[in-house]
């Protein structure tokens, strides 16, 4: 998201991105995590519900008609 609706200037925006990119800290030596400012932070409770994901996967199918291998 850009422009005057974005919720945080550009700078704070890529922050974290390059951190986890360029950095050789352990912090961010890591994989599977989502980060917000710097900071590891838990997903949605749907992210990590398997019963969820596969409910959406199902519904998705039904609306495009295309399925998943």
Do not use: C
């Not at 925006?13 to 800290?25: F, V």
Request: no cysteine; glycine share 8%.
């Amino acid at each position: 998201m850009g422009g005057a609706s974005a919720p945080v200037d550009i700078d704070t925006g890529q922050r974290t991105q390059s951190w986890l990119a360029g950095s050789a800290e352990p912090a961010a030596m890591v994989s599977g995590r989502y980060w917000h400012h710097l900071k590891p932070e838990e997903p949605a409770a749907e992210a990590t519900d398997a019963a969820f994901q596969n409910k959406m996967v199902d519904r998705l199918q039904e609306l495009t008609g295309v399925a998943l291998p």
